[in-house]
Structure formats: structure tokens, C-alpha cells
């Protein structure tokens, strides 16, 4: 009976530690940095949503470096805000969607990063997914704004008409 209830006192401790071990490991709530970022990020994909280009814009550097999904490079805020522009050639329009996964920001730099999915929508942001995969870009906090400073996209699914679009090899 005796070595029963000490078996059980130490199980019970064990799984007291383990969970305060958890707790300890647990992500903290949002600083106001990382809140200003993902609000921002969320602005600028609801912008793409509803083909705003000028507010897409409002979120990068005037020095904006992105990699395109497929390889291609974009140097400076008027050839970025550019590229989402319809072609005129009556080739469907692929409207940019981003979810933020990750933002880390740094403790000594007005620097963060973030991770996250993309997703290419025909026609709509609503339309179907013709491209997809992943991005991470680069914030600077300038005169207490967080703006996009670069951006890297990574095709890694396609569908459909998505899947005719050529890599830079």
C-alpha cells in the first residue's frame, strides 16, 4: 500500500513537472512589434484581395528587393508594385494571397523576419489556387512604420494554367 501511494506521489509530481515544463516552453503572447507586422502583412494581402495597388505599395521600401515565386528578380517600389499590374493581354489576372506563419523580431535592430504560405487565386481572391508555396521577407521599422525592406517567394505547387508558367532556371 505504502509503495503504491509513493508510486502515485511520483507520477503525480512527474506530471506536475512536465507541465510546468510546457508552460515554461510555451510561446509568449505577441509583443506590440510582432502585432504592428502581422497587421500589417494582413492589410497589404487584404489590399491585393481588392486589387489596391497603391496600398500594396504603401507597405515596401522605396528599395524594395523581392524574388519572384518562380525566380524572377524585382528591383525597386515602382517595377514591384508593377508586376501585379493586369497585363493588358487579356491573360487572367492571379491575385496574391500571404498567411504569416512566423515573425521574429529582432531585440537589438529595427529588423524582422517572417515566414509564411502564399497562394496565387485566379481572377479573384476567391478564385481557384493556380500557385502556391512559401515566402520569407525582411521588416524595417522606419519612423516608427514596420515596411517591407525584401521579400522571398518559393513556387512549390501549381494547378492547372499555374503550371505552364516557366522557372528561371
Known amino acids: 500500500m505504502i509503495r503504491h501511494a509513493k508510486n502515485l506521489q511520483r507520477s503525480v509530481l512527474l506530471l506536475l513537472l512536465a507541465s510546468l515544463g510546457a508552460c515554461a516552453m510555451a510561446p509568449t503572447s505577441a509583443g506590440p512589434d510582432e502585432a504592428a507586422i502581422r497587421a500589417a502583412r494582413l492589410a497589404q494581402t487584404q489590399a491585393l484581395a481588392e486589387s489596391n495597388l497603391d496600398r500594396v505599395a504603401s507597405f515596401w521600401t522605396a528599395d524594395i528587393s523581392i524574388r519572384r515565386a518562380l ?39 529595427p529588423l524582422a523576419y517572417e515566414i509564411g504560405r502564399w497562394s496565387g487565386h485566379l481572377g479573384s481572391a476567391n478564385g481557384p489556387v493556380v500557385l502556391g508555396g512559401r515566402y520569407s521577407a ?24 499555374g503550371c505552364k508558367y516557366p522557372a528561371l532556371p
Open 71 to 109: 525566380g524572377q528578380p524585382v528591383s525597386g517600389l515602382e517595377a514591384a508594385r508593377k508586376v501585379l499590374e493586369p497585363s493588358g493581354t487579356g491573360a487572367p489576372v492571379i491575385i496574391y494571397q500571404r498567411e504569416s506563419t512566423s515573425v521574429e523580431v529582432s531585440s537589438n535592430w
Open 138 to 161: 525582411q521588416w524595417v521599422k522606419r519612423d516608427g512604420q514596420w515596411l517591407i525592406r525584401s521579400e522571398v517567394y518559393v513556387a512549390l505547387t501549381c494547378a492547372d494554367a
